[in-house]
Each structure stands twice: as structure tokens, then as C-alpha cells.
């Protein structure tokens, strides 16, 4: 077995193109890399969870599709809306990983829980200014 190309001390375990890496840097270089992605606590959860097959346990919520068609509005507007007023905070709900349409890429959205979903049909019903 190679030594970590990183602190060229312990054993390696993880292994790329280039380098290679014991547990720790491995788990360091992890994190670093996490970081630099800034995705929510929440996102992360989830990331984790999904590279160990673990159950991401989440209560309900909405999509802005979901309100969008409820509301029959575009799912633009919803989020335009959700901006604007700032109802993307924890009290309206949360940021989860999702698939991009069309794309590998993950990306992160807002999911509105029925506080959020309420607050934005509210808002948006019978008001053409927004
Ligand atoms: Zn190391």
C-alpha cells in the first residue's frame, strides 16, 4: 500500500487520478472541498446520506412547481416572488440537492414547507403586482 501523497506519513486508503490520501487528509480534503461548494447544512445532510445509502428523513414540502400550478402561475414567478420578499429562510422552508433539468449537474433549490406555501398563496392570489 502507497503512503498519502498528502502528509506522506500514513498508509492511503482514498485514491485519485494524481494523488492519493490516508483517512485523514482524505477526510480533510473532503470538507475542503464541501465548503467551497457552499451548499446548505441540509444539502449536506443529504449528500452524505446519499454516498451511504442512509434514509433522508424530511417532513413535507412544496416545490415551486408545486405552488405554481396550484396558484396556475409559472414556477418563475414563484420563485421571482420568494426572492423579492425574501421567504427563502428557514421559516418557510429549506434548501435541498437536486438534479438540474436536463443536466448531471446538482444544483441547490428552495423547498417551501406549508407555512412557505401558505405565506406565498397569500401573497400571490388576486395581486398582479407581483
Ligand atoms: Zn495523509
Request: with cysteine; net charge positive.
Amino acid at each position: 500500500m502507497p503512503n498519502c501523497t498528502h502528509c506522506q506519513k500514513r498508509q492511503a486508503i482514498a485514491f485519485t487520478t494524481f494523488e492519493c490520501y490516508c483517512q485523514g487528509c482524505a477526510l480533510d480534503i473532503a470538507l475542503i472541498l464541501l465548503k467551497h461548494c457552499q451548499l446548505s447544512e441540509n444539502s449536506i445532510n443529504a449528500l452524505v446520506a446519499n454516498g451511504w445509502n442512509l434514509p433522508v428523513s424530511t417532513s413535507h414540502h412544496y416545490s415551486a412547481t408545486n405552488i405554481a400550478q396550484e396558484l396556475n402561475c409559472s414556477a418563475q414567478k414563484i420563485g421571482r416572488t420568494a426572492n423579492r420578499l425574501g421567504l427563502k429562510i428557514e421559516q418557510y422552508g429549506e434548501w435541498r440537492l437536486d438534479q438540474a433539468a436536463n443536466s448531471r449537474k446538482q444544483i441547490e433549490t428552495f423547498w417551501y414547507n406549508a407555512a412557505g406555501k401558505q405565506r406565498l398563496i397569500e401573497l400571490l392570489q388576486g395581486n398582479d403586482q407581483l
